[in-house]
Structures are given as C-alpha cells and as structure tokens.
C-alpha cells in the first residue's frame, strides 16, 4: 500500500510545480490602465519596456506627453490571460495588452491593441 501513495506523490508534485502565473500580468496591466485613468501618464510610462518608452514619444515630446495626446480608454476588466514563458497578453474589456517579464516583473510591451483579421494585432503603443 505504501507503493502507490509514493507514486501518486510524486506524480502530484511535477503538476503543481508548472503551474503558470496569470495573476501577476493581469495585475500589471490593470495598474497601467489604472495609471491611464488617474491621468498618471509618467507611472504608466514606467510600467512601459525600455523599448516601448524609448519609440512612443515624437520628436520633442516625453512618453507622458505621448500617452497623454494617444487617450487610451479606460481597460476594464480581465476577461484572459495567456502566458507563454516571459511573454503574455491581457485582455481587458476594453483593450488588449502585450506584456514581457523583466527580473523586476511585468512590464508592458504594447497596449491599445485591436485584432485585425487575418493578421497580428494593431497597437498604439508597442516597441
């Protein structure tokens, strides 16, 4: 009897251990689009990657200007999240998000997303 419960254990553990993290992309984006709301554009350009800060703004512009004059609506709600390794997408009710994980977390790669048929995402805001 002891055979089975060892293997049945050990069966388990692998399982548990490659559970993946929705909930920490979620957050990150909802803290974006919360940043969005409050009119806190310059939090929200730190919550961007290097790359996407460094390509919003136009010449003479700040990231912060650029969010501003782009009015990203308001996110909404989470209705999914994918994971793949340290990339994810979040979709909101009112906006869809790329995001890639940094050793400091989450950080938004693109935002304002809409699918186009047949063809990846346009986005407003993206590296």
Known sequence: MRTPL???TLLLVPVSACAV?????ARAAERFHA???AH??????AMLTRETADRLPARGQTCADALRELGLGPGGGVTSVSVWGDEAQVR????TLFLRR???GWRISAAGCSPV???PYECEVED
């Open 102 to 104: 940094f050793t400091d």
């Open 92 to 95: 909101l009710r009112g906006d």
């Open 6 to 8: 060892v293997v049945l």
């Open 35 to 37: 940043a969005i709301s």
């Open 21 to 25: 993290d929705t909930a920490s992309p």
């Open 117 to 119: 048929r047949d063809l």
């Open 40 to 45: 806190q554009e310059r939090a929200a350009c």
